[in-house]
T-cell receptor
């Protein structure tokens, strides 16, 4: 199974600033995903991070607000730009197994973001 | 992505079986039924998945209705550590075919000693 680490684990930021969240996986993976979990809510898929090409964003999420990088098969970053209190959430990185016989997604521990 | 309907919450007693229902009346032929759970303050973790036949693993069993419009996750003996939010998710195709996990609201399971 894939082991995922995220940095930072939590942060408190001021309105109007930006925060970059890092996701590191201990093995090469094809698919990486970024989710948001607002307080007391379920998870919402933000985008699929594609290696070597632009991320694929879900409806309601745009690149200017959530730019994503994926320089290689084990690392990705999500930036939350021009933050407002509504961006206070847990942001989770997720990866999928490469092998067709295994159809599992693994999730990182999340980054808890508070915007004041 | 097809939608699922789950009860908001359920209660169980420790060491008793738990049956968590999920309705997915608009499921298509290529949708796989996945179950994930999220323990407090953790990211979700995979529980089980299936397509048409019932499935068993060390964590749970998945019973799928013959018409595939509903399914039930079965925890054979609930423990206090099973207290979590359980998500029933339909995903089109396999992970390596581009299928995405789209989470619904899930069922919050509480387990009483």
């Amino acid at each position: 199974s894939a082991v995922i680490s995220q940095k930072p684990s939590r942060d408190i930021c001021q309105r109007g600033t930006s925060l970059t969240i890092q996701c590191q996986v201990d093995s090469q993976v094809t698919m990486m995903f970024w989710y948001r979990q607002q307080p007391g809510q379920s998870l919402t898929l933000i985008a699929t991070a594609n290696q070597g090409s632009e991320a694929t964003y879900e409806s309601g999420f745009v690149i200017d607000k959530f730019p994503i990088s994926r320089p290689n098969l084990t690392f990705s970053t999500l930036t939350v730009s021009n933050m407002s209190p509504e961006d206070s959430s847990i942001y989770l990185c997720s990866v999928g197994e490469r092998r067709a016989s295994t159809d599992t997604q693994y999730f990182g521990p999340g980054t808890r973001l508070t915007v004041l | 992505d097809a939608k699922t309907t789950q009860p908001n919450s359920m209660e169980s007693n420790e060491e008793e079986p738990v049956h968590l229902p999920c309705n997915h009346s608009t499921i298509s032929g290529t949708d796989y039924i996945h179950w994930y759970r999220q323990l407090p303050s953790q990211g979700p973790e995979y529980v089980i998945h299936g397509l048409t036949s019932n499935v068993n693993n060390r964590m749970a069993s998945l019973a799928i209705a013959e018409d595939r419009k509903s399914s039930t996750l079965i925890l054979h003996r609930a423990t206090l550590r099973d207290a979590a939010v359980y998500y029933c998710i339909l995903r089109e195709g396999l992970y390596n075919q581009g299928g995405k996990l789209i989470f619904g609201q899930g069922t919050e399971l509480s387990v009483k000693p």
